[in-house]
């Protein structure tokens, strides 16, 4: 990992006295004959013939030719990883950003996995990979034996297009690798008795250097037995180069230490505080909020400050973000000369830039409004940005752009459906306004129901994702927030990205909270004439 951003692993809480503990043994006969029971019951509930269509038709969007390619900027190539039908295992590519806006870019292939699991005869599962920047010269490529939570790392060529025989090469384990330079990385991962977590993270984090073996790797951070896991992470931005070492204490607090001077300087933030570091700039985002001195910052604020003066004690912070009622975070990301703050504003995502100095929140110009509209990819070298948009029934858009200015629509998915969106001003008791939408398939007639059993017309306070309402909008003509078959009153409540429903609230009801683990927006295509239903057959009396 080159750039200093938060990361989360997630564990288990080891019981002493837990009934269930054989099933950590996840090869053992028992635990196989459990989980084939436990599957039986399952795929007797839930298979059939409407499950069966359901999926051929939701595998026929994932796997079709016309969704947009999620892009990662790499120097003057945008990188994607892509899966279909013919190579399940997926294909590493790049293309330019001028052939990247045309219909159908020209690609070129980097790693194919399905010829490589062929060659080496290994079910070899795409886990990610770690570029060098700003060099881009080499790649740590990450892959897991048949998508176990253990990973292969090799080290490639990304010149010679080749993997590298006697390069930094780790056996498979929960290992995290990062780049120092091109001849030194920080490695955590399984290096005998004591140096792996009862979660099963590494608790040891070594510098290793090239031509030498793992054996001879010199320790530079070790997590206290107890502590979930131990990792690193280095920002090699030319001339703001920092090493962090993160402790992982259970599943949503870290202690973070920077490597000042030979020494580790601890991080003075609340444990549950994730951070991301631009140059200079240190944010912090406060899902429980802080009180620092007399000053108490609410939940849901982020902060900003120096980087260097905050570490010496000396800096001043200032509010960049505060919730209200209507409105909280989801993610803040920097560019090279801005910081980009995606919202939810009732429910409707809203996108600002904010320059350094002044730190004033400015619209982005061709976001459109009324949308789940998120960030797709960005660039902290440039101001570029991608931003992918949906809705309830608008099919997912590609805008391209840069930060400071406006962005402009380059890609879109077809319409696979139909349908109709209204927004209700849905209240509850005690008395608290709540957004929420109804969504109907065209061909299903319009009607309001209360208090009479339906297919479910509440969405409460949902993002709006076009395959979701395309899925439930099908059978039944209601898009849902969960798919359900009972009296509005009575709607039961659901979770999604956004944030958590409180067990007792109503339909309508929301109790927002700030999401630590915002997962990049992955583009969904749908191909169907826009005024067609999204299936043909009658919608049944009932869900």
Known sequence: MSRLSERFRWGVTIVDDDPYLWLEDITSEQALDWVRQNSETTLAELSGERFERMRAEVLEVADSSDRIPGVKRRGEYLYNFWTDAEHPRGLWRRTTLEEYCRDSPDWDVIIDIDALAAAEDENWVWAGADVIEPEYTRALISLSPGGSDAAVVREFDMAA??????????????????????????????????????????????????????????????????????????????????????????????????????????????????????????????????????????????????????????????????????????????????LVVLSLQDVASRLDVMTPGTWQPEPIPGVPDNTDTGIAAIDHYTNEIFLLSSGFDKPPRLLYGHAGGSVREIKSSPARFGATTWWLASTSRPPLMAPAYRISSSRIAIRRVRGRHCCTAMVASRCRNYLDTWVWTGDCGWSVAAPMCRPISEAAPSTDRVGTFSPSAKAGTRWPRISQRWPPISSTAVSRPPGTSARSEPAPAAC
Request: net charge negative; proline share 6%.
């Open 161 to 338: 297009r080749k993997f590298v025989a006697d390069g930094f090469n780790l056996p498979a384990a929960r290992s995290d690798v990062s780049w120092k330079d091109e001849n030194t990385v920080l490695v955590g991962t399984d290096f005998g008795e004591g140096s792996m977590s009862a979660a099963g993270f590494p608790l040891v984090v070594k510098r290793w250097r090239r031509g030498t073996p793992l054996d001879d790797a010199e320790t530079v951070f070790t997590s206290p037995d107890g502590d979930m896991a131990a990792f690193s992470g280095v920002d090699r931005t030319p001339g703001y180069e920092r090493t962090v070492f993160y402790r992982q204490l259970d599943n949503m607090r870290r202690e973070t230490l920077v490597s000042r001077d030979g020494e580790l300087v601890r991080l003075d933030i609340p444990p549950d505080a994730p951070i991301a570091v631009n140059r200079q700039w240190l944010l912090i985002s406060l899902p429980t909020g802080w009180v620092r001195g007399d000053v108490t910052y609410q939940p849901g604020t982020v902060l900003v400050t120096d980087f260097d003066e905050f570490l010496a004690g000396a800096a001043e912070l200032r509010v960049v973000f505060e919730p209200d009622a209507h409105t909280f975070v989801q993610l803040a990301a920097w560019t090279e000369d801005h």
